[in-house]
C-alpha cells in the first residue's frame, strides 16, 4: 500500500487513517501498533518541519510479512540529512542542559528494529522496521 500526503502537518490525521486502513485487516498487538505510528509521525514531521520550502508530497508505504512490518517515507524534494547517522541524546543529562533537537529521532532508532536512509538527485527515502512479535522484557 503507498499514498503521498501534503506536505504539511494537518495531513498526520489522514496518514493516521491510512495506518488504520493498513492495519485493519491485520492482527497485531497494540504496542507495536503504536511504535509504527510514532516513528510515522516523528519522520513525517521532520520531513515536514525541516524541508518546508518544498511543496511536493511526501510518500508513505507499507509492506509486511508474517513477521515484519516495513515502512517507506520518501520526500521526493529534500537536502541530504543522514537519520542514520543522527547524534546521540544522553537521556540521563537533564533537560535544560540538553542541546535542543534530537530527542524523537533518537526515539525512533530506540524504538525500531531497523533503519535505512537513502538519498538520490534530491530525494530522501527514510525505510524502517519493525518485528510483529512483541519482545519479552
Do not use: C, W
Not at 520531513?47 to 520518501?74: C, E
Not at 535544560?96 to 531497523?114: C, K, P, T
Request: hydrophobic content about 40%; proline content about 1%.
Amino acid at each position: 500500500m503507498r499514498r503521498n500526503f501534503s506536505r504539511s502537518f494537518n495531513s498526520l490525521a489522514d496518514i493516521l487513517g491510512f495506518t488504520n486502513e493498513f492495519f485493519g485487516a491485520t492482527v497485531i498487538e497494540p504496542s507495536i501498533r503504536y511504535v509504527v505510528d510514532l516513528a510515522i509521525d516523528e519522520l513525517f514531521t521532520n520531513m515536514v518541519k525541516y524541508n518546508a520550502n518544498s511543496s511536493a508530497d511526501i510518500g508513505v508505504s507499507f509492506a509486511q510479512t508474517d513477521t515484519v512490518i516495513t515502512v517507506t517515507l520518501i520526500d521526493y524534494e529534500s537536502g541530504y540529512f543522514d537519520i542514520t547517522k543522527a547524534r546521540a541524546v544522553d537521556i540521563n543529562v537533564p533537560a535544560e542542559e540538553r542541546a535542543i533537537g534530537g530527542l524523537g529521532l533518537h526515539l525512533v532508532h530506540q524504538m525500531v528494529d531497523s533503519l535505512q536512509y537513502d538519498y538520490d538527485a534530491g530525494v530522501s527515502t527514510i525505510v524502517f522496521t519493525k518485528n510483529k512479535e512483541v519482545e519479552n522484557a
